[in-house]
């Protein structure tokens, strides 16, 4: 049997509905949870087009999204890549020279001599 897309989303859909008949759920109830239309879940169980947004939040409210992991699974990096981006993350040696600086190039303050006469204090 061919997988076409649409027969891809409706075993999704079956699949969809009869997880949310399973956890007792009734279509109002768990789309108001996931903050979509009854339309919107309606069309997810009978295999139409949604928004990947829409089946996010209902495998969220179902409990199921975790299992996404076994879906798609991370891409693991060959020995080889591993190696080579552990050498770009090792700090180089700067090279060549540095340019000097003038001491006290900064800033030089207000300008202004503050003195501290004792005489007032008597």
Do not use: C
């Not at 180089?92 to 000097?100: F, I, L, V």
Request: proline share 2%; no cysteine; glycine share 8%.
């Amino acid at each position: 049997m061919v997988s076409t897309d649409e027969n891809v989303r409706r075993e999704l859909g079956a699949r969809l509905q009869a997880q949310r008949l399973l956890h007792n759920w009734d279509q109002e109830s768990l789309a108001y949870e996931a903050g979509i239309s009854q339309s919107t879940l309606y069309r997810l169980e009978k295999g139409g087009s949604v928004s990947l947004d829409a089946l996010i939040r209902v495998l969220r409210v179902l409990g199921l999204l975790e299992r996404l992991d076994a879906l798609v699974p991370q891409a693991e990096m060959s020995p080889v890549a591993q190696v080579r981006e552990s050498r770009q993350k090792l700090r180089k040696r700067a090279t060549g020279t540095r340019k000097t600086t003038q001491k006290n190039s900064g800033w030089q303050g207000f300008g202004q001599s503050v003195s501290f006469d004792d005489s007032e204090g008597d």
